[in-house]
């Protein structure tokens, strides 16, 4: 028994000596890589990509491209697209394609290295993307331009769309922008090298409002308006008829979308769209050179999407300019009510969105907002066509750049501009967007706070109130409820193993407490759990504010209100169970510094998203283990948490770093009671009578049989000896009273 529970602390400090071992290489590793195509081509016989070809060049040139070689004579290049244009899936990382491109601009081979969607890589065998690129082998984008609009050239794969979407435009961009660049293209250059002789950038100096009709007819503001039978065309030409006949909400006489964008970036439009306030908020957030765009939208399409969720991106909308093109996610995104100018109607949607830190747009060269229609057919079948919204800023809202020739600044400019702009007086900057946040969310965070300061008063008076088990019992019950309905379905804050890979991330590369900011409940919620971390180990998260953890406990409480039996396990078993989620956490963390993306993936283990942010609407698969890992703990109480949480295993690690111990045991506990040990709800008693502090959740439990003189052997014992030590109580002479019958015929004494 020694032996085996010497062995916990043991395993804790192996588990700790690693942890730190693999903190010290990701904070030394550096971020910086160098191109990666000579590494794919070390790895990828030229032979097979490149049909022909018997050797390679270094890679040189920009974009960077390796000559081909068969014999001595040039046959192509060979380059990668994530070198050449910037798009990027639902994992906003690029995706990696070796592609081999012949002198006539014919594309000879296609490749897939390396990628981080998702998608792809849990539902969508890779043999089929293989597949989907092949299709792309032996197409000329130099002789046969792709038409905007239309569908891609290759059959996109159900389930994957927006993913193959992004691997087919870059191979179809990349291939045009590397016939340019190594003069495959000759019709190109000579447009290519007159363009710097215009050069213009955004007015700042005009700023004026403007009315919705004045932005509508100066081109500041396009429309792209559909029709449900211009939706059916377009699938009906790209040879789905199936398609056509299924309409998206709307009738034939009702609008598919009216789509509306504007560059808001440019001060003169964002004014005007938003709104003094917003306006200054909008500039206080935007980096230097950073743009952001205005969608809105009326009609029965949405231009956002019923799938998108928080941590989700919008596939519906993509931004294309020249060779590169991003989507926004949710961290890009803001909602607004209405559009501010002058006349514009009421919109069923409207958001802003800030271009991405890792793209760029060019505000004054051309753009066009893509649009993406998709009908869902069957599980296994969707059809997709795309729409484009061409977008140019119009020269009122530009002047030459310096050095420029100042012939094309646009007649309409007016000199008196810039001195007005000037004189006016100088506004208050608006306070940073997570200051807004926070603002907007001032509720939310009083009402955690509260919450907080009661858990705090709960452990600082735990004496007071586990000596009153009914009490801790109606309060502890009534805070799991809180945890789990408020903290978790209501707001969200469900705190993942997630969080703390990202931190890590972020630690290694451009960290910005502004980003972590952005989610005020959340950000609170860390905040205490590690400060907690200092006093109470794990447990004040753990035990009483996870909401997954509350749903657990809540479940097992109705289970044996219902008379379901509890499975005991011994300790032995439970302390190696227990292990399992160390070791699920340090596999999820040294993924994390090879690559996030699949550290991401695998951190599915965890419910919590199933579970508390989707509140199980999802795929069934996840909801299915959710369910499962549910009725495991129907039978062992809090299973997930003891036995696979990798959440919990991190914030164990450095358990043993508290100051305080506030847990108040007897000399005799754990030889010989064992009644705290046999009671404890997740087994974090030793049989010696010690706490393990990595496995404690702080329920008090064993503090409310510390206080209870029924239930604890020792106060049971102690309150015996009281009463064998007590003297007899000596008993008070009563006095005896004779009733006697009085004779009526004695006469009473004088």
């Known amino acids: 028994m020694q032996g085996s529970t010497a062995a916990g602390p043991r395993f804790t400090r192996f588990i700790q000596a690693v942890f730190l071992a693999l903190l010290l290489c990701a904070l030394s590793a550096g971020i910086a890589q160098a191109q990666r195509l000579p590494d794919f081509l ?70 897939l290295v390396e990628h981080h969607e998702p998608i792809v890589l849990i539902g969508i065998p890779q043999a089929k993307v293989d597949h989907f690129i092949g299709g792309y082998v032996g197409l000329n984008f130099v002789e046969s331009p792709p038409r905007h609009g239309a569908p891609p050239p290759v059959d996109i794969i159900s389930g994957a769309t927006v993913t193959l979407m992004v691997i087919g435009d870059s191979i179809t961009r990349s291939a045009i922008a590397v016939a340019r660049a190594y003069g495959i293209d000759k019709t190109a250059a000579p447009a290519q090298q007159a363009a710097p002789a215009a050069a213009r950038v955004v007015d700042d100096a005009r700023d004026a409002p ?78 230097p050179g950073q743009q952001a765009v205005l969608v809105a939208g009326n009609g029965a399409y949405s231009f956002k999407g019923s799938g998108y969720v928080r941590g989700g991106i919008f596939d519906r909308i993509e931004v294309i300019q020249d060779e590169s093109s991003f989507r926004f996610r949710d961290r890009n995104h803001q909602r607004l009510a209405d559009v501010a100018a002058a006349g514009a109607p009421a919109f069923r949607e409207v958001a802003l969105f800030v271009v991405p830190d890792d793209a760029r747009l060019d505000p004054v060269a051309p753009w066009r907002l893509q649009l993406m229609v998709q009908r869902v057919l069957s599980v296994k079948d969707k059809a997709f066509v795309t729409f484009d919204l061409g977008y140019e800023l119009p ?34 900057p608006a306070p940073a967007l997570w200051k807004q946040i926070w603002r907007g969310k001032a509720g939310q965070v009083a009402v955690l706070t509260v919450a907080l300061l009661v858990l705090v008063g709960i452990f600082f008076f735990q004496d007071q109130l586990t000596s009153r088990p009914l009490l801790h019992d109606r309060l502890r019950l ?82 044996k209100r219902l008379g379901v039996r509890q499975v ?138 510390y206080h209870h003189d029924q239930k604890c052997p020792h106060l049971i014992q102690k309150k015996a000896k009281r009463e064998r030590r007590r003297p007899p109580a000596e008993s008070a002479e009563q006095p005896i009273v004779i009733h006697r019958t009085p004779n009526p015929n004695t006469q009473p004494e004088a």
């Open 568 to 705: 005991k396990i011994s300790h032995g078993v439970n302390q190696r169970l227990s292990t399992l989620k160390y070791v699920i956490f340090l596999l999820l963390f040294g993924f994390s510094l090879y690559d996030l993306a699949l550290a991401e993936q695998l951190s599915e283990i965890e419910p919590f998203k199933t579970a508390i942010i989707l509140r199980f609407v999802r795929y069934w698969p996840f909801v299915v283990f959710a369910l499962a890992v549910l009725a495991a703990g129907l039978f062992v109480e809090r299973f997930f948490c003891r036995y696979l949480c990798p959440l919990g295993a991190a914030l164990a690690i450095p358990a043993r770093l508290r100051i305080f111990n506030w847990l108040r045991r007897y000399r005799d506990c754990g030889n010989p009671c064992q009644r705290c040990n046999l009671e404890c709800p997740v087994q974090a008693i030793d049989p010696t009578g010690e706490i393990n502090p990595n496995e404690c959740i702080q329920c008090l439990h064993c503090q409310m049989l």
């Open 42 to 111: 070390a790895s990828t016989p030229i032979g097979e990509l490149f049909p022909g070809a018997d050797r390679v060049d270094a890679p040189a040139g920009k974009p960077m491209a390796a000559k081909a070689y068969a014999g001595g004579r040039q046959v192509g290049v060979v380059y990668l697209t994530s070198d050449v244009v910037n798009t990027r899936g639902y994992s906003s990382k690029p995706i990696d394609v070796l592609v081999a491109l012949a002198n006539d601009g014919r594309i000879v081979g296609a490749k």
């Open 478 to 559: 009534a805070f799991l409820a809180f945890a789990l309905f408020w903290i978790g379905w209501y707001g969200q804050a469900q705190l993942s193993i997630v969080n703390v890979l990202t931190f890590f991330s972020a630690l290694r590369a451009d960290f910005r407490w502004e980003y972590f900011l952005m989610d005020p409940l959340v950000f609170i919620l860390w905040c205490a759990t590690a400060i907690s971390m200092v006093f109470w180990n794990r447990g004040a998260f753990c035990g009483w504010l996870c909401p997954f953890g509350a749903l657990q406990e809540l479940a097992n409480r109705v289970a």
């Open 210 to 287: 403007q009315s919705w009709q004045a932005l509508l007819d100066a081109g500041a503001v396009r429309n792209l308006r559909l029709l449900p039978e211009d939706v059916d065309k377009a699938f009906r030409e790209s040879g789905r008829s199936d398609a056509a006949a299924s309409a998206e909400g709307a009738s034939d006489s009702d609008t598919f979308i009216d789509l509306y964008a504007a560059l808001v970036s440019v001060p003169a439009i964002g004014r005007s769209l938003l709104g003094d306030t917003e306006w200054q908020r909008l500039k206080e957030r935007l980096k």
């Open 395 to 428: 020269a009122a809202y530009t002047r030459p750049a310096e050095g420029a020739r100042p012939d094309a600044a646009p007649a309409s400019a007016s000199p008196a501009a810039p001195a007005q702009a000037q004189a006016a007086p100088a506004e208050d």
